[in-house]
C-alpha cells in the first residue's frame, strides 16, 4: 500500500523560509514531485525529481525554492526561500511509481504578516 506523508507546512512572514518534507512507502517511485493549490486556482506543480536526479521548478520559484530527493529514504523536501504572500496554498506530494499517481494528504503553507 503506497502512502505518502508530509510535514512541514505553517504560518511563515514575507521573506522567511520553510521547509517541507515528504515521506513515501509501499513501492519505488520513478517522479517525485511538488504541487500546489492556491483557494480559487487550478492545482500547479512546483517542483519536480526523478529517481536518476534530474530536477525542474516552475518559472515563479525558481532561485527560491530546491526540491531534493533521498532515494535510498524514499524521502522528497522542498525548501522553500524568500517566500512570498502568493505562496500561499496548500503544498501536495506527489509520486508515480507504474504509471499510478499517488497524492499526498497536503499541507498548508501560509505567508503573512
Known amino acids: 500500500q503506497v502512502q505518502l506523508v508530509e510535514s512541514g507546512g505553517g504560518l511563515v512572514q514575507p521573506g522567511g523560509s520553510l521547509r517541507l518534507s515528504c515521506a513515501a512507502s509501499?513501492?519505488?517511485?520513478?517522479?517525485m514531485a511538488w504541487y500546489r493549490q492556491a483557494p480559487g486556482k487550478q492545482r500547479e506543480m512546483v517542483a519536480g525529481t526523478t529517481n536518476d536526479g534530474r530536477t525542474n521548478e516552475a518559472e515563479s520559484v525558481k532561485g527560491r525554492f530546491t526540491i531534493s530527493r533521498d532515494n535510498a529514504k524514499n524521502t522528497v523536501d522542498l525548501q522553500m526561500n524568500s517566500l512570498k504572500s502568493e505562496d500561499t496554498a496548500v503544498y501536495y506530494c506527489y509520486a508515480h511509481s507504474y504509471g499510478i499517481g499517488y497524492w499526498g494528504q497536503g499541507t498548508q503553507v501560509t505567508v503573512s504578516s
Open positions: 509501499g513501492s519505488i517511485f520513478s517522479l
